[in-house]
């Protein structure tokens, strides 16, 4: 079984500074790793993902994420954020084998740009 | 390109009543997967189908079945409906990860919002 856990419920932060959005997992077998955003009101939208290669992966709109396997860890990073940036975002793991792909996802975490 | 496509967008129904949701994966996609969201809570995997066979199963409720189509698309089936399935209710589809690698990873739909009143 897999479980995800985003330490911040919450992060306000102002308009062009740096974010970093924390998410750990646990898991008995290697997963794939996902961070999804949602806007108010809106479905699932895939921000960037983890498969195999580079342990550093980008988004087209500036997100970036690091997977730390000895750390379990799959942190999302902006180094200058934008109002429309506001949305919750979860982070989600995937096992790479059995669990049927279904992904299991942390609790979210509510990212608020302020000006 | 083209999505995932759920209907309706929003659906009310009273207490007892049945309710079908609808799901149209993207086109060569051959997973479907449901999940639900309560209000302020993170997705819950619900069942996925792998070429029209149930693939994996979670917390689904046995008042709900669900299935998928020779054209793949997927209908989820709530009966006896509760007030506390309100939700959003989330299709996503994808390639089999494991076989291709994942290299399309998961696609959601916009949703379903279920009001149970």
């Known amino acids: 079984a897999q479980s995800v856990t985003q330490l911040d419920s919450q992060v306000p932060v102002f308009e062009e500074a740096p974010v970093e959005l924390r998410c750990n997992y646990s898991?008995?077998?290697?997963?794939?790793l996902f961070w999804y955003v949602q806007y108010p009101n809106q479905g699932l939208q895939l921000l960037l993902k983890?498969?195999?290669?580079?342990?550093l992966v980008e988004s087209i709109n500036g997100f970036e994420a690091e997977f730390n396997k000895s750390q379990t860890s799959f942190h999302l990073r902006k180094p200058s954020v934008h109002i429309s940036d506001t949305a919750e975002y979860f982070c989600?793991?995937?096992?790479?084998?059995?669990?049927?792909?279904?992904?299991?996802f942390g609790t979210g975490t509510q990212l608020k740009v302020e000006l | 390109a083209a999505g995932v496509i759920q209907s309706p967008r929003h659906l009310i129904k009273e207490k007892r009543e049945t309710a079908t949701l609808k799901c149209y994966p993207i086109?060569?996609?051959?997973?479907v997967y449901w999940y639900q969201q309560g209000p302020g809570q993170d997705p819950q995997f619900l069942i996925s189908?792998?070429?029209?066979?149930?693939?994996d199963k979670g917390s689904i409720p046995d008042r709900f079945s669900a299935q998928q189509f020779s054209d793949y698309h997927s209908e989820l089936n709530m009966s006896s409906l509760e007030l506390g399935d309100s939700a959003l209710y989330f299709c996503?589809?994808?390639?089999?990860?494991?076989?291709?690698?994942?290299?399309?990873?998961?696609?959601f739909g916009s949703g379903t919002r279920l009001t149970v009143v």
């Open positions: 996503a589809s994808s390639l089999d990860l494991h076989r291709d690698g994942g290299e399309d990873g998961y696609t």
């Open positions: 189908f792998y070429e029209k066979m149930q693939s």
């Open positions: 983890y498969l195999s290669g580079s342990t």
């Open positions: 989600a793991v995937s096992p790479l084998t059995g669990g049927g792909n279904k992904l299991t």
């Open positions: 898991s008995s077998v290697s997963v794939y």
């Open positions: 086109p060569r996609h051959d997973t």
